[in-house]
């Protein structure tokens, strides 16, 4: 009896001082990741991890206020804690496929149907034959300008149909399934898809479909007149360990299930086969393959990155996930940062 009771203490004291490694960690990087940083961890149906750090410097704070002077807003230059809400870019792109899955579930759409049925601009223009399977996978063969400029010109136009009939006039540089090119036009034709058919416009959707049955009180698309489906939303770290507790559980959450185990499935299935081209793929992480709206990172780990430093990630494999929160721009390093942080996770967790 005393053995055990001996080994579970010396197990307790591992993980705290495994977890010590982790604050030791976010305040190491703060500074790099813009000034500040946050960590959730979710494991066996608790938050079992939640530490911030926050060092920014007068320069960083100068130019979250340029930022913020920019878009009109206030800088928010407080720690970061768990409703922190920020543009998390790219992350969005995961809570977009989760959400045109839906209607994959509900029978309203197949991830064969060709977007030319729901979308006649496209047949006119000769693209109609990509399928809403290409479109979450980047695969689409439409040839689009570099993602950061297409995102600002999606968000100057005035509606959705304004997006698509930009997107449509876009050249090829391959053809569909046959080429991937990381781009914001596959999510947004997806998402002028399953406004066509529903009536209901894409943050209405998000809204009732994924933000409120996963309790995301703070996460929407933005207040543009167009939703960039690849990299609008806004979030908490709080919001997104919700959806990531989605993905875990293999499309449940509190008991409610929000996404089919098929749907769950189909997402984490690597799409770039050796037939398909890399045309464009985000600095540092060429080495991974993608499925719809995520990147699959070996067997059981599956992440959905954004360009502001956020980095989601979920582990089949030790049955966690996790959601560290930045804002900072630079790449340089990134890719293995976020690396050695997840070891570090796993080595914590264990």
Request: charged content about 20%; hydrophobic content about 40%; overall charge neutral.
């Amino acid at each position: 009896m005393f053995f055990a009771a001996l080994l579970f203490c010396c197990g307790k004291v591992a993980a705290q001082d495994n977890f010590k490694k982790l604050d030791t960690w976010l305040a190491d990087n703060a500074e790099i990741l813009g000034g500040r940083d946050i960590l959730l961890i979710y494991k066996d149906g608790k938050i079992i991890y939640s530490h911030s750090e926050d060092k920014m410097l007068p320069r960083q704070k100068i130019l979250q206020r340029y930022i913020a002077r920019k878009k009109g807003e206030t800088a928010d230059l407080d720690s970061y804690t768990s409703t922190s809400r920020q543009p998390i870019a790219s992350c969005s792109k995961w809570l977009s496929a989760a959400l045109v899955m839906t209607f994959v579930d509900e029978g309203k759409l197949s991830l064969s149907d060709t977007v030319g049925k729901y979308l006649p601009l496209f047949t006119a223009h000769g693209k109609g034959n990509i399928t809403i399977a290409e479109c979450l996978s980047h695969q689409t063969g439409i040839d689009e300008p570099k993602l950061k400029q297409e995102i600002q010109d999606i968000r100057d136009l005035s509606s959705m149909d304004d997006a698509i009939a930009h997107i449509a006039e876009m050249p090829m540089d391959g053809k569909p399934g046959k080429v991937f090119h990381y781009s914001n036009a596959g999510l947004q034709i997806a998402a002028a898809v399953i406004e066509k058919i529903s009536g209901k416009s894409f943050e209405t959707l998000f809204q009732q479909r994924i933000a409120k049955p996963l309790n995301m009180v703070n996460t929407d698309f933005g207040n543009n007149k167009v939703p960039v489906a690849a990299g609008s939303a806004v979030s908490t770290p709080a919001d997104y360990i919700n959806f990531l507790t989605m993905i875990l559980n293999k499309g449940t959450f509190n008991g409610k299930r929000i996404l089919s185990e098929k749907s769950i499935a189909e997402m984490q299935v690597n799409r770039l086969t050796p037939d398909v081209k890399i045309t464009y793929t985000p600095a540092q992480i060429d080495a991974f393959g993608y499925g719809y709206g995520e990147w699959v990172m070996g067997d059981a780990f599956i992440s959905s990155p954004g360009l502001f430093g956020s980095f989601p990630w979920v582990d089949n494999k030790n049955q966690y996930c996790a959601f560290l929160m930045t804002y900072y721009i630079n790449t340089q390093g990134r890719d293995q940062r976020m690396l050695d942080l997840k070891a570090l996770v796993d080595e914590a967790i264990k």
